[in-house]
């Protein structure tokens, strides 16, 4: 199988996309990482990159009037290399609706809640809050509704007792690292598309998210 050309986006420390490099390097993914690009010069996830041999580019958004402009640079950015699929692996920006369109049905992001609860930020917190006894980490389709696109895949684990926010991001952490390599795995493999506004995997419309637990 041809490798996948893709592009990853990022705004701090790169974790997830470490995990996407790995599975890579392993051979577990059919995909070329062509280029890392961050809005922030200082991401740690842009040497996790260069110490892989990958292509890396910056579009700062300080440097910008309006998010209008910066989404502008940046679809420019990612279209110079050419990919078929955009990954927001911590990608810490609200992108406007006509930059989402271009990439309709070929952009994922991965988000730290079982969607769709808690969208938006401080997800651990606000489920300690709510006393909530399961929390997780959700992969889905990016569209103009933030965190409410289509969801693919889903992990889940058990809220302690002794959790605090750090304790609990930690765990959601480690299953963000299994399910967004294999939702993008699906994508490259021709099996996931977004058709109209559901999620499909093998041709099925997902009702319902595959938990990590099913896709083993």
Known sequence: ???????????????????????????????????????????????RACNSGIETQVVD???????DSFDHALQQAIDSYDPELVVLAGFMRILTPRFVAHYQGRMINIHPSLLPAYRGLRTHQRALEANDTRHGA??????????????????????LSCD???TLAARVLALEHKIYPQAIRWFTEGRLRLEGDVASLDGQPLMKPVYWEDSQ
């Open 164 to 166: 605090t926010p750090d």
């Open 61 to 67: 958004h300080r440097q910008f009037v309006d998010r």
């Open 138 to 159: 959700s992969v889905h389709f990016v569209t103009s509704d933030l965190d409410g696109g289509p969801v693919i895949i889903q992990a889940e684990v058990p809220v």
């Open 1 to 47: 199988m041809k490798p996948l050309p893709i592009v990853v986006l990022i705004s701090g420390g790169g974790s997830n996309l470490r995990a996407i490099i790995d599975a890579v390097e392993k051979q577990n993914l059919p995909a070329k990482i062509r280029a890392v690009i961050s809005n922030c010069p200082d991401a740690c996830g842009l040497q």
